[in-house]
């Protein structure tokens, strides 16, 4: 069964700190892994996406890391500010679906505190 | 990035009432529009799919006379939940997809839907 799962479930950091997030899929094969951020209240906001065969991807303070063998990416996020608290979901398309095959994970939800 | 307008960001109903969700896509057109549900501290997840000028495409178990879509534009697509009860209390979100090549896909920013 394809799934994506996401540690820790919830994370609490200072501000200025750097944290890394988790994310392990069974998703085989897939197209793409993406790392959305959600506010409370909001949609969510793509952050990176990254193909199969691409390593790392960044976006500002936020870089993704993409294993494809162990099927395990991260997020990290350096030198934090308090309005980086947010879920962050990770999220894989099969290679087989489209859009309405995606695959979410539960997400993280990060609190940077002052 | 894109831009995709949901409307309205919140709604309170009374039971038995229903209401319509708007999801716009503002500087692309979109063939195909996702809505999602997503109830507090959980996954998104997917209800249906609907394309321009066809019927809706619903996820198993997803009462289709209920949640009623329709994406009558390439730039709108509306959520109707009719007879609402409390537990179709939830956050709705839906997403925009752009045309090939590029198809990617943008998020609304969601309705906070409150049935009482």
């Known amino acids: 069964k394809n799934q994506v799962e996401q540690s820790p479930q919830s994370l609490i950091i200072l501000e200025g700190k750097n944290c890394t997030l988790q994310?392990?899929?069974?998703?085989?094969?897939?197209?793409?892994l993406r790392w959305y951020k959600q506010d409370t209240g909001r949609g969510p906001v793509s952050l990176t996406i990254?193909?199969?065969?691409?390593n790392t991807k960044s976006n500002g303070r936020y870089t993704a890391t993409l294993d494809a063998d162990t099927k395990q990416s991260s997020l990290h996020i350096t030198a934090s500010q308090l309005s980086d608290s947010a879920s962050y979901i990770c999220?894989?398309?099969?290679?087989?679906?489209?859009?309405?095959?995606?695959?979410f994970g539960a997400g993280t939800r990060l609190a940077v505190h002052p | 990035g894109a831009v995709v307008s949901q409307h309205p960001s919140w709604v309170i109903c009374k039971s038995g009432t229903s209401v319509k969700i708007e999801c716009r896509s503002l500087?692309?057109?979109?063939?195909?529009m996702f809505w999602y549900r997503q109830f507090p501290k959980q996954s998104l997840m997917l209800m249906a799919t609907?394309?321009?000028?066809?019927?809706?495409?619903?996820e198993q178990g997803v009462e289709k006379d209920k949640f009623l879509i329709n994406h009558a534009s390439l730039t709108l697509s509306t959520l109707t939940v009719t007879s609402a009860h409390p537990e179709d209390s939830s956050f709705y979100i839906c997403?925009?997809?752009?045309?090939?090549?590029?198809?990617?896909?943008?998020f609304g920013q969601g309705t906070r839907l409150t049935v009482v």
């Open positions: 609907s394309n321009e000028g066809s019927k809706a495409t619903y």
């Open positions: 997403s925009a997809r752009r045309p090939l090549p590029d198809s990617e896909a943008f």
């Open positions: 500087d692309f057109q979109a063939t195909t």
């Open positions: 999220v894989v398309t099969p290679e087989e679906g489209g859009y309405n095959k995606l695959i």
């Open positions: 994310c392990n899929y069974t998703v085989s094969p897939f197209s793409n």
């Open positions: 990254m193909t199969f065969s691409e």
